[in-house]
């Protein structure tokens, strides 16, 4: 497949650069103000060099790239809340010229499901979102394995950030700012953590399971959200004296979406450490399912993008 991304941050380069690995070939590589394209293939190693080095990626501008020969757009620019902008009109430009879309930006997924759906059946193309749950772990083709139909709830944990503080928290008896300042030089925290402590960034994401369960009807307007910034470290020391430690939990049911801090078993499948995310699918025919591992990073969430790309089938066009 002939890949056209858009967004060279973390994802986007990582996408870039594993791109070979899968059999396929970059012809577009955009940030916001530059762009290099190349109908035969880019030199990624170049583009990716030119961006790290502070530059801009090519000297191209990024509206040419939706004039060149691509088969999937990959979408990797910054997710965007309420209109999803600029996120959703890029796929719209996609799907109405008959592309594939894969997205790795979770705003047009998340607040604009129907719309998103309405246009892929006007199209030739498909859009493809794994990478905008849970990184590298296989939580939306697990359920389209399983049929959304037989999938009864959703719920885990998915925001690294979050994750960490809580654990430190609990490990080491400290208060909820140390930890957060701790993260923030460990580069585990973002320098506005905001979305990620809040609880914002998880509910992005049950939002995406919950419309992928009921076929849409959700955005983030319709969860319930809870962060972690008022979890004092007394609390942790009250659970873990019971056995239990708390974690930043969501779940997606037909329902509905619900995010907040929730007292689990200390040893339980919940209770994963770190940066680590879990997530559990209730099935009616096969039980519970779990699955484990990094929820987010450039190279992790490139391989579910890239993983998406092998999914899709061949579009036939008049090109």
């Known amino acids: ?82 209109d999803a902008e600029p996120g959703f009109s890029h796929v719209t430009r996609a799907l109405e010229a008959d592309r594939h879309v894969v997205l790795a930006n979770k705003g047009p997924v998340a607040e604009r499901y129907d719309e998103l759906r309405a ?33 009864t709830a959703v719920r885990g944990v998915l925001n690294g950030t979050a994750n960490f503080i809580l654990t430190r928290m609990a490990a080491e008896g400290l208060d909820y700012e140390h930890v957060l300042a701790e993260a923030q030089d460990l580069g585990v925290a973002e320098a506005d953590p905001t979305f990620d402590v809040d609880g914002t960034d998880a509910a992005l994401k ?30 942790l020391e009250l659970a ?23 007292l689990v078993p200390e040893n339980g499948a919940l209770a994963v450490t770190g940066t680590r995310n879990i997530v559990q699918i209730e099935t009616r025919h096969a039980g519970s399912l779990h699955s484990s591992g990094r929820g987010a990073g450039g190279p992790e969430t490139a391989t579910a993008v890239l993983s998406d790309v092998g999914r899709l089938p061949d579009i036939e066009r008049d090109d």
């Open 1 to 82: 497949m002939r890949l056209a991304v858009l967004g060279a941050g973390d994802v986007g380069r990582s996408v870039a650069t594993l791109a070979g690995d899968y059999g396929h070939e970059v012809v577009a590589l955009a940030d916001s103000s530059s762009a290099d394209i190349d109908p035969d293939g880019i030199a990624v190693d170049d583009a990716v060099s030119r961006k790290e080095g502070g530059n801009g990626v090519g000297t191209a501008d990024p509206e040419d790239v939706f004039e060149t020969e691509y088969d999937v757009l990959v979408e990797a620019t910054p997710t965007t809340l309420g």
């Open 119 to 151: 246009l892929e059946a006007e199209s030739a193309g498909s859009v493809r979102f794994e990478a905008t749950v849970g990184g590298a772990i296989p939580v939306l083709s697990t359920i389209e394995d399983c049929t959304p139909q037989a999938v």
């Open 206 to 235: 049950f939002v995406i399971l919950a419309n992928v369960l009921a076929d849409g009807g959700f955005s983030l307007e319709d969860a319930t959200v809870e962060g972690i910034e008022d979890v004092p470290g007394s609390a």
């Open 240 to 262: 873990a004296e019971d056995g239990r430690t708390i974690r930043l939990i969501g779940e997606a049911t037909r329902d509905g979406v619900r995010v907040g801090p929730r």
